[in-house]
């Protein structure tokens, strides 16, 4: 017999990716309308970090770490069909800490809160680097310093 938890779970998640739900016409064909949903997706977690909510951990509330992991599954999802093993990976490992926060607010930490705000910056750049584009203007002088060698 299964728990009502389990039951509950089941009914209100659906892990099926969004993508999938889709009519073939209408799923992004081109590798570029991934990596615009996966920015448009990195967007929604720099929103929810820009919330004073995650500068200390005494502030954070159940709404604000359940809206960063929604929108953590949405990046972790356009980067696995984007292909980007990267920051498919590095969702997946911050999806841990993610959980553990919504189990039991009392183990948030100032560390914890950090990694989660810097994450947005982290994932920007390996965006841009599995996207092909270089991450800023400092990279982009320093490959033709190379090239010029």
């Known amino acids: 017999m299964h728990t009502m938890q389990y039951q509950n779970a089941r009914d ?7 993508y999938a739900k889709r009519a073939p016409e209408q799923a992004p064909a081109a590798p570029a309308d991934w990596v615009a949903a996966a ?3 990195l967007d929604g977690i720099g929103s929810v970090v820009s919330s004073q909510c995650f500068a ?31 920051l498919t990976d590095a969702c997946d490992a911050l ?9 039991d607010r009392s183990c948030a930490s100032r560390e914890k809160c950090e990694a989660l ?10 965006i841009q680097m599995a996207a092909g584009h270089p991450a800023s203007d400092r990279m982009r002088v320093k490959r033709g310093a190379r090239a010029l060698i």
């Open 95 to 103: 999806a841990v800490t993610v959980s553990r926060l919504i189990e």
């Open 12 to 18: 209100r998640i659906s892990l099926t990716p969004i």
């Open 56 to 86: 200390n951990p005494d502030t954070l509330t159940p709404y604000g770490i359940t809206a960063y992991a929604l929108a953590l599954m949405r990046l972790r999802e356009c980067a696995s069909a984007a292909r980007f093993e990267r």
């Open 39 to 41: 920015m448009d997706a």
């Open 117 to 126: 705000t810097r994450f947005v910056a982290h994932a920007q750049a390996m």
